[in-house]
T-cell receptor, first 112, second 115 residues
Framework: DAGVIQSPRHEVTEMGQEVTLRCKPISGHDYLFWYRQTMMRGLELLIYFNNNVPIDDSGMPEDRFSAKMPNASFSTLKIQPSEPRDSAVYFC??????????FGPGTRLTVL | AQSVTQLDSHVSVSEGTPVLLRCNYSSSYSPSLFWYVQHPNKGLQLLLKYTSAATLVKGINGFEAEFKKSETSFHLTKPSAHMSDAAEYFCVVSDTPGGGNKLTFGTGTQLKVEL
């Protein structure tokens, strides 16, 4: 298996622009998680899905952030409009029925 | 509520000497505990996990951890450090059996291995 795939690996954008991060979980996994990692706050869970349904989005910082999972093999995290404080590494992870989570390589986002 | 405290933000050892990375947890229920490693500019990789079976857990690359309920600790050890072990290590807790749901991460311990 190729593992969790994230794209792009790096994204540089200007404040106010829309940013879309993409994730392909491991085939057959039924949980998908989005995390954000910063120096100041460490690793934070933003939202997670079970069988494509959002279960807990309490970690989403504000309405500028939204996440979707239209099918079992694809999820997006969108920021609109982006701000410099959104600069971070965003990780996607997936798991199967309550087992350990497997992480993707991350997307490093820089908002100028 | 669940939380983890990693007692050292940085640990430095010489190659070939033992490694000890300390972690204390707090959990309302019987927790699942994990150690993940993150090499520079990489994603997180699972080292080992405890899910209420044997209290001494063996992981990859020679690492192991012991769950001590009386001390609420889950320290990570390795008998002999290798240069390739230099990375950031995260202690993680979940109140959900197996950890499939919400994980709470510690702040991380940066391990440096010197010649």
């Amino acid at each position: 298996d190729a593992g969790v795939i994230q794209s792009p690996r790096h994204e540089v954008t200007e404040m106010g622009q829309e940013v879309t991060l993409r994730c392909k979980p491991i085939s057959g996994h039924d949980y998908l998680f989005w995390y954000r990692q910063t120096m100041m706050r460490g690793l934070e869970l933003l939202i997670y899905f079970n069988n494509n349904v959002p279960i807990d989005d309490s970690g989403m910082p504000e309405d500028r952030f939204s996440a979707k999972m239209p099918n079992a093999s694809f999820s997006t995290l969108k920021i609109q409009p982006s701000e410099p404080r959104d600069s971070a590494v965003y990780f996607c992870a997936s798991s199967l029925g309550g087992s350990e989570q497997f992480f993707g390589p991350g997307t490093r986002l820089t908002v100028l | 509520a669940q939380s983890v405290t990693q007692l050292d933000s940085h640990v430095s050892v010489s190659e070939g000497t033992p490694v000890l990375l300390r972690c204390n947890y707090s959990s309302s229920y019987s927790p699942s505990l994990f150690w993940y490693v993150q090499h520079p500019n990489k994603g997180l990789q699972l080292l080992l996990k405890y899910t209420s079976a044997a209290t001494l857990v063996k992981g990859i690359n020679g690492f192991e951890a012991e769950f001590k309920k009386s001390e609420t600790s889950f320290h990570l050890t390795k008998p002999s450090a290798h240069m390739s072990d230099a990375a950031e290590y995260f202690c993680v807790v979940s109140d959900t059996p197996g950890g499939g749901n919400k994980l709470t991460f510690g702040t991380g311990t940066q391990l440096k291995v010197e010649l």
